[in-house]
Each structure stands twice: as C-alpha cells, then as structure tokens.
C-alpha cells in the first residue's frame, strides 16, 4: 500500500506560478513510475506528467509542456510538480499517482494509488 497526500494549491493570477507536492508514504517510494493527472469540472481526468522511478525520464502532456516540470525526491519520497505561467485553463484539481507500471505511463487505469486532489485556479 502506498498513501499520496498532495499539497501546494491555491489561487493564482494567470502567469503566475505554483509548486505542487505530493508525499508518499508506505511501500518503498522509488520502486513506482509516479504521474500528475489533472480533473476539470465536466471534464475527464486528464495526464499531466510523469516520471521515472529514478527521476532521469520525464514526459509530459502537449498542454503544459515547456511550461510545467515534474520532478522527484526519492529520499523524502515526494514527487513535484512545478508550475509556471498558468493559464486560466489550467485550473483543475490535480491528483498526484502511483504506478508500479515501468515505462512511459500516461493511462490513469495503470495507476495503482491515488492522492486525493488538490485545487488549482487561475483566474484571468
């Protein structure tokens, strides 16, 4: 088992920025593929971005590439996701993931664990 509390939301002007952070508790961190999905109202839940167990891969969606980043702490078991000139259409809850899948996961069904959100707005 594997617990994901994420934090670091809030509201924020367009282009402004915010970090993410999600920790991990439990079954060895760096042993999980991890991922941030992102959930719009009315809107399926979407992939943001993943990383590799040991942090050298990261990929990410076409929305937010150049603009966002992904990384990990596998000694603090965190994984973050920095986020740079928002855009109102980035708001969203964000989910951070686990998945003992290895490779380029972007499917939120080969997660296996789940944080339980967090909000982001960017007003305009």
């Known amino acids: 088992q594997v617990q994901l509390v994420e934090s670091g939301g809030g509201l924020v002007q367009a282009g402004g920025s915010l970090r993410l952070s999600c920790a991990a508790s439990g079954r060895a961190f760096s042993t999980y593929t991890m991922g941030w999905f992102r959930q719009a109202p009315g809107k399926e839940r979407e992939f943001v971005a993943t990383?590799?167990?040991?942090?050298?891969?990261?990929y990410y969606a076409d929305s937010v590439k150049g603009r966002f980043t992904i990384s990990r702490d596998n000694a603090k078991s965190t994984v973050y996701l920095q986020m740079n000139s928002l855009k109102p259409e980035d708001t969203a809850v964000y989910y951070c993931a686990a998945s003992s899948t290895y490779g380029r996961v972007t499917t939120p069904g080969w997660y296996n664990y789940w944080g339980q959100g967090t909000q982001v707005t960017v007003s305009s």
């Open positions: 990383i590799s167990r040991n942090g050298d891969s990261t």
